[in-house]
């Protein structure tokens, strides 16, 4: 089921949650937490709350525009449960938006388990 991605017309300080349940998310392989968010949003944060995933996991958190540019948000240490905050200089989602947001298992081994992620944004508008 899709949530909602709120634009509110103040460019308002929002948070986008997420839950992702991960079955042997293989090293390498990516899933799309969120996609298509639109152009006119600024990227100012993103938080990544998770369980023990298993040996030799780790998570990046990344946006992927139009393009097929990445730009990495987070990376994440996902052996162990644990809660990861990441302010990050604001990425704005302009000309090659709408962009998706993209987890990544950049560690060796399959990550099974939940991850809730947190989107940190604000709507600037085109």
Known sequence: ???????????????HVMTLSLASLAAGSTVIAADQLPIGTQVTGV???????????????????AKGTETELSVVDAVAAGTDMTPVKPVYI??????DLVI?????????GEVIVQ???RFKGY
């Open 1 to 15: 089921m899709k949530e909602t991605f709120y634009k509110g017309a103040q460019g308002n300080l929002s948070l």
């Open 47 to 65: 938080r990544v709350i998770n369980g023990a995933l298993g040996a030799n996991t780790e998570l990046t958190t990344k946006l992927v525009d």
């Open 94 to 99: 302009g000309d090659t938006g709408p962009s």
């Open 104 to 112: 990544e298992n950049t560690g060796t081994g399959a990550a099974t």
């Open 119 to 121: 989107l940190e944004y």
